[in-house]
């Protein structure tokens, strides 16, 4: 492996701000994992006006431009510029004044060990203490009820206390799982928050998703950042998505099936949470809330 160091150009030097608070730097990459634009609107609220970058990635290492074709200007007569993708290390400040670190741009095409490599040397280097990666995945759940996100991590004292009730998946890998997996490895704290998007939703934009991801975010460090300016386009969209389903008998048909869905499994949650079921009979609740779900699928099949 080429040296990872010459990925890396610094441009500033970083100032913590209070050395008693843990030193976190989140880590959101465009791409992939970024259902409904969730991603790229949080990265936008994080960035705000305190953005001060620190560390630029070499794009021409990492990105496929033909891909990601840079957008050029064109004007009248001539090209006047270029916005060439930036993968970059920026130092930002949340709402209480707290300065943290945000890794972000597109998805690196190229090199992902190398990157990966890169990003470990900082990390080591300048006393990260929490690694904190946002994504924005697709989920069988509506629109019309409260949104959720899984929080998974290197160490379950990391986590939420509730009991996570998925197993054992298998999922393309992606650059935030695998940073989380190989400084993990490496007994550095890490924790990935993945944002539910409606799945019907994930090629819209949908930045209530991106409000949930930084809910999450701050319940999980204490960081706080102001989802204000995320509230009238979140509103628009969902003035938008009913006025779909208003239109759309097939539309109406599917969400009242996912809101029923919903439903139960909250119920489900809520009888396991009050009646402190042991963990083989939520499993079982869960086993026959899944055979239900099947059955009613093939009968909508069979009708159709």
């Known amino acids: 492996m080429r040296d990872p160091q010459e990925l890396i150009s610094w441009f500033g030097t970083p100032s913590w701000g209070d050395a008693d608070a843990p030193l976190v730097c989140v880590h959101a990459f465009t ?62 400040t949340d709402m209480n004044g707290r300065r943290f670190w945000l890794l972000t741009g597109p998805e690196p095409d190229y090199q992902w060990q190398r990157f990966i490599a890169a990003v470990t040397d900082i990390v080591e280097g300048h006393g990260i203490d929490l690694m904190v990666g946002l994504s924005g995945v697709p989920w069988p ?30 999922v393309p890998g992606h650059m935030s799982g695998l940073l989380e997996l190989r400084l993990g490895q490496e007994g550095h704290d890490c924790i990935g928050i993945a944002a539910h998007v409606p799945h019907y939703l994930t090629q819209v934009d949908y930045p209530r998703a991106a409000i949930t991801m930084l809910d999450a975010l701050e319940k999980s460090t204490g960081l706080r950042i102001d989802t204000s300016g995320l509230v009238p386009p979140a509103e628009r969209a969902e003035a938008e998505i009913s006025a779909q389903v208003e239109q759309s008998e097939e539309f109406a048909a599917v969400l009242s099936a996912l809101e029923g869905q919903y439903d139960q499994a909250r119920q489900m949650q809520e009888r396991a949470s009050s009646e402190l079921l042991s963990g083989d009979e939520i499993a079982a609740q869960v086993e026959q809330f899944l055979a239900e779900m099947e059955a009613q699928g093939e009968a909508d099949e069979q009708s159709e």
């Open 141 to 170: 759940t509506p629109h019309t009820r409260p949104l959720g996100a899984t929080v998974h991590g290197s160490d379950p004292r990391l986590l939420p206390a509730e009991e996570s009730l998925l197993g054992t998946l298998q």
């Open 31 to 92: 791409g992939f994992l970024d259902a409904g634009q969730a991603t790229e609107h949080a990265v936008r609220a994080i960035k705000g006006d305190s953005a001060r970058l620190l560390v630029e990635f070499d794009p021409d290492e990492l990105v496929d431009y033909r891909a990601r074709r840079p957008s050029l200007t064109y004007v009248t007569d001539h090209f006047e510029s270029v916005d060439w993708p930036q993968i970059g290390l920026y130092e930002v």
